[in-house]
């Protein structure tokens, strides 16, 4: 007898349909074959099927069992087709046995129909399994009103409308809902809006002594979008700086946060039992990954740093040390805002709108123009240790500060806390909403993400913008590409200034952050 069960191949961020044929045959010698390009994981689902089935209480089958994971021609990778592996199963044999009692499925008019997906334990149960978002949205897509996944992970596809989604804890409380002995509750829809939350700051702003300069830089970096550098001496206070960056950041909106959840659910990296995340990532590899960690890749391309810190925060500390052709892939992510992966198997994109963040020491020992401490470090040794990082790399970048070391009085001192994390988010969520406002009809959320035909039409300078701009670009020999950047920096100071004109004053303060600082 031959069974068809649908599920969901996920490539990348792509989901297709896959149609799980299942033909238990009457004569043959006894064997479980599976076909259709399956990988390691799948092919191994015969093992674990099998166990989950007896173990479940079911008779597992001594005959011929041959499945097809249609089409033949796309690669299956992972362990979610257990579940319709197995279901398929049970219908292709014609007979369901719980225990004693024999039922056949043909007299319950069992129906069947729905997509299946989910990784089986042993002893039947269903575990947390990665992608059920992507499932989700490929039901939707395609019309299909029910999907089944395990209960770790079901509420990842809750967050999608109009979906019916069940629940699934084992194969034997599946079987009691199909034959309707006992129904299983689909999910209600989750709000995305109530799970969306504000990072507890690892540090706040009000506890960082000194640095204004940095701070300012900080404001104007979450409230745009735009890439940051802090150059300065070791224990300056450039990572404590970093980490408090997620504090003052914006809370994501409902679409920010489905667009993360989806790599992450690719990737597998959501927590069981969460429906989004809530937060915005910030991630900080550490200077020994290599190019795949960084930008994605591998023989089945998965998402890499870029991709995970998508609308979030990438933090690289000690950026120098991190090999130069690793920096360097990072030029096409930075300027397109996304990633493309091509192998043999295929290609997949993944998107890579991230925050870059990156510290760096003046020179090797760290001590070069420190007021008190000696360098150590000759200039032929400096200059090959700021070579490390390319022009082209730097350009990108759009605010450059100076992170200078922090005097031993404002240390000491008993002074007043500056401005707390949660005031400045206001203000920055404030000039989010007006960039918001402006860039919602061309599918962008913030001043960094602007192309050069958005910035010509909502960054215009008057005259006096215009001569000031047109000095600084002979005095400092600006790229075209600094030149877009210096105007998003300025509409974004003056969208914390909530002004609807750059004036000259945003302009000039956007300028200053241009002057190379390594």
Do not use: W
């Amino acid at each position: 007898m031959l069974a068809r069960i649908e599920s969901v191949a996920c490539v990348g961020l792509e989901s297709f349909l896959v149609e799980v044929e299942v033909d238990v045959a009457e004569k043959g010698f006894p064997g479980f074959s599976i076909v259709g390009l399956p990988d390691k994981a799948v092919a191994e689902a015969r093992e674990r099927v099998k166990t989950a089935l007896i173990n479940s209480g079911f008779a597992f089958p001594q005959k011929k069992i041959i499945v097809n994971l249609a089409p033949a021609d796309l690669p299956k990778e992972g362990s979610a087709y257990d579940l319709p592996i197995a279901v398929g199963i049970l219908v292709a044999n014609g007979d369901i046995t719980i225990g004693s009692q024999i039922s056949d499925v043909s007299s319950q008019n069992v129906d069947i129909g729905g997509l299946y997906y989910g990784e089986l334990s042993l002893d039947g149960g269903l575990r947390h399994t990665k992608g059920t978002l992507l499932v989700a949205l490929f039901a939707k897509r395609e019309n299909k009103k029910r999907i089944f996944l395990p209960v770790l992970s079901a509420n990842e596809a809750a967050v999608v409308r109009n979906i019916e989604v069940i629940p699934v804890r084992n194969l034997k409380e599946l079987i009691f809902h199909l034959i309707e002995e006992k129904k299983i509750e689909p999910l209600k829809k989750i709000e995305i809006k109530s799970l969306v939350e504000a990072a507890s700051p690892e540090f706040d702003m009000a506890d960082i002594v000194g640095q204004e300069t940095a701070k300012r830089a900080l404001i104007i970096s979450a409230a745009g979008g735009h890439n940051l550098l802090m150059s300065g001496p070791p224990g300056s206070g450039k990572t404590m700086l970093s980490r408090a960056l997620p504090g003052i950041m914006p809370l994501m909106s409902e679409e920010e946060s489905m667009e993360v959840t989806r790599i992450y659910s690719a990737a597998g990296l959501m927590i069981a039992g969460e429906a989004v995340v809530r937060r915005r990532p910030f991630r900080s590899p550490h200077h020994s990954t290599s190019m795949a960690g960084l930008i994605g890749g591998g023989s089945r391309p998965v998402p890499g740093e870029v991709s995970l810190a998508h609308l979030g925060v990438l933090f690289l500390d000690e950026m120098a040390e991190f090999p130069r052709s690793v920096l360097e892939s990072m030029r096409q992510p930075m300027e397109d805002g996304k990633v493309e992966i091509s192998r043999v198997a295929g290609r997949v994109e993944y998107p890579a709108s991230f925050q870059l963040v990156a510290a760096v020491n003046p020179c090797p020992c760290g001590y070069f123009g420190h007021p008190t401490k000696e360098c150590k470090c000759s200039m032929r040794e400096i200059e090959k240790y700021k070579r490390r990082i390319s022009g082209p790399i730097l350009d990108r970048i759009d605010l450059h500060i100076n992170v200078p070391a922090v005097e031993t009085e404002k240390i000491l001192a008993t002074v007043e806390k500056g401005e707390s994390s949660k005031n400045i988010r206001e203000s920055v969520m404030k000039a989010r909403e007006k960039q918001s406002e402006r860039l919602l009809k061309f599918g962008i959320f913030c001043n960094s993400q602007m192309k050069n035909k958005q910035v010509k039409e909502f960054c215009r300078l008057d005259i006096d913008g215009v001569h000031i701009l047109r000095l600084a670009m002979e005095k400092f020999d600006l790229s075209a590409r600094s030149y877009f950047r210096v105007l998003k920096v300025a509409r974004t100071i003056a969208d914390l200034e909530r002004s609807e004109d750059i004036l000259a004053g945003h302009l000039g303060e956007a300028l200053q952050y241009r002057e190379r600082v390594f």
